[in-house]
């Protein structure tokens, strides 16, 4: 594209003569330069076009502003690009946008025309960049300019919407299981469970929920190994039979240890763990191999007897320190207990404590058949089957979760079952993957749900915003 420089030379010495003049200086004192560019680019408020629902459930659209300063925007001089990584949120209307760019040496913004090559001085207007836009901007002398091409990134889904697979998938194979629980390995998810009589494997690519393959191991497994299997490390663990096997695939196992255990239960960052037969927690910092058992604040009598699940969430208050949650269910009720694990070298040993059941808690996680619980967007989500003990919980009523940790439980609607889901109350498992989607995998119907929060789908490399 070619520009005749001498009209814009004209028009930026008009600009600074008037300067001058205002000033009151003599044009002796105006200084010119041959060079120029963007040093810096914001956004102003924006128009924010959003979906709501009326009373009738009929959906009508309404408009907010939002403040889009704290958007960083990214200047590629090299490449002449400017950018934000941080994408401006849904809805977010392109079409009416303010900037401000700080230039060096007293340079002079243009926007190019999105029809032609022409381009016009920008003063603080409302440009369209539905579109990216080149950006123009000249030195103080007219003698030389430099383009920029602008995208202003705008997500194109909300963040808070979870989505599961629009169709149904089912597996012949996974409906004749008696029991299951599910694991996230190496870019797989594994169902481990039993038909009745024998150990039974399948697995899946993270990629692909629809494809199942067999899966042969090189060990007996016991019938009910699959309570205990988890996954550390790009490693399955499974406690057998009196030993701690490890398995990168599920097929080839190597014994790691042969402690008294009664099952594995979970995992940190940094640690295996386990309960005993006589109501310890056992853990392990060294993968297995070396077990101690852990201090608890309370009887270990208290400790959940069935449906056992752990979950391990970075503490956001001290760096190598986790909050670990296991639940289960006993005759009566859901037990819960909480544990911080610290691993920094000055650090001190934290016991386990129990979540007493007080009547005056209105939101306790129902006893309920086959709890699953997994760490999910910072906080703990459960579902369970029909309630028993002292619960009367429905199977499936809802998606529970828990924001301070396992102490309280409510419904975030967030959360809901896809549309068509069907399963035994009993044998079902839920699995977090790698990608941040949650499966759902269920006995009986065989069917096989996947889904995730859109947010936790988005490039989380690092955040820029702005302080």
Same mark, same amino acid.
């Given at each position: 594209m070619?520009?005749?420089l001498?009209?814009?030379a ?13 000033l ?7 200084v010119t330069y041959d060079d ?5 680019f914001s956004?102003g408020?924006?128009?924010?076009h959003?979906?709501?629902k ?7 659209i309404?408009?907010t502003?939002?403040? +889009?300063?704290?958007y960083a ?9 400017i950018f ?6 849904y ?5 009416k946008?303010v900037?401000?760019?700080?230039t ?13 090559d022409?381009v016009?001085y920008y003063?603080?207007? $409302? ?7 080149t ?16 995208t ?28 299951m629980?599910?694991?996230? +390995?190496?870019?797989k ?10 150990a039974?494997?399948?697995?899946a ?14 060990v ?15 490693l ?5 039979n009196?030993?701690v ?19 594995l239960?979970?995992v940190?960052?940094t640690?295996l763990y386990?309960?005993t037969?006589?109501?310890?927690i056992?853990? $392990? ?12 604040d ?5 400790l ?7 979950? $391990?969430?970075?503490?956001e208050?001290?760096?190598k ?14 037990h819960?207990?909480g ?5 920094? $070298?000055s ?12 009547s005056?808690?209105?939101y306790?996680l129902?006893?309920?058949?086959n ?10 989500l ?16 809802q ?6 940790k ?5 419904n ?12 035994s ?21 065989g069917q ?7 947010m ?5 490399d ?6």
């Open positions: 070619k520009r005749k001498l009209p814009f004209m028009l930026l010495s008009a600009i600074f003569m008037f300067s001058s003049c205002f009151g200086n003599s044009d002796d004192n105006v120029s560019a963007i040093s810096s956004l408020t924006l128009n924010r959003l979906t709501t009326s009373s009738t459930g009929a959906d009508s309404y408009k502003t939002i403040s +889009c300063s704290s925007f990214t200047i590629d001089q090299e490449n002449k690009q934000n990584l941080d994408s401006l949120p809805g977010t209307d392109p079409t946008v900037f401000t760019a700080s060096k040496n007293s340079g002079v913004v243009f926007v190019k025309s999105l029809t032609s022409s016009s003063s603080s207007d $409302s440009i369209d960049f539905t579109k990216p836009r950006i123009v901007v000249y030195s103080s002398s007219g003698k030389a300019y430099r383009d920029y091409v602008v202003v990134n705008i997500h194109q889904e909300l963040d808070s919407v979870f989505t599961w697979n629009g169709t149904t998938i089912q597996n012949a194979s996974l409906a004749l299981l008696k029991a629980k599910g694991v996230a +390995c190496n870019g998810v594994f169902v481990f469970g039993n038909d009745g009589s024998s039974k494997i399948f697995a690519s993270e990629s692909n929920a629809a494809s199942w393959s067999d899966v042969t191991p090189n007996t497994l016991d019938v009910n190994a699959y309570k205990g299997v988890v996954s550390k490390d790009n399955l663990y499974v406690y057998n009196g030993s096997l490890s398995s990168p695939d599920a097929v080839t196992w190597t014994t790691v240890s042969t402690p008294t255990l009664k099952q239960v979970g940190s960052d640690h386990a309960v037969a006589d109501n310890k056992m853990s $392990s910092a060294d993968n297995g191999k070396t077990w101690a058992a852990d201090e608890l309370t009887d270990g009598s208290m959940p007897t069935a449906n056992l699940n752990f979950v $391990s969430l970075p503490l208050t001290n760096v320190s986790n909050r670990l949650i296991l639940l289960g269910t006993t005759s009566t009720d859901t819960v207990w544990k911080i694990e610290e691993n920094a $070298s650090s001190e040993s934290q016991p386990w404590s129990y979540y007493p059941i007080a005056e808690n209105k306790l129902p006893n309920m058949e709890i699953q619980a997994i760490a999910y967007n910072g906080c703990v459960a579902i369970g089957g029909k309630g028993f003990g002292n619960s009367t919980n429905q199977a499936f009523a998606f529970y979760t828990s924001n301070d396992g102490l309280t439980w409510q975030d609607t967030t959360y809901t079952f896809p549309k068509g889901f069907t399963s109350n009993t044998v079902f498992t839920m699995v977090k993957d790698s990608k941040n989607f949650i499966w759902l995998i269920c006995g009986q119907s096989v749900w996947h889904g995730r929060l859109n936790l789908g988005w490039a989380d690092k955040r820029y915003f702005k302080e």
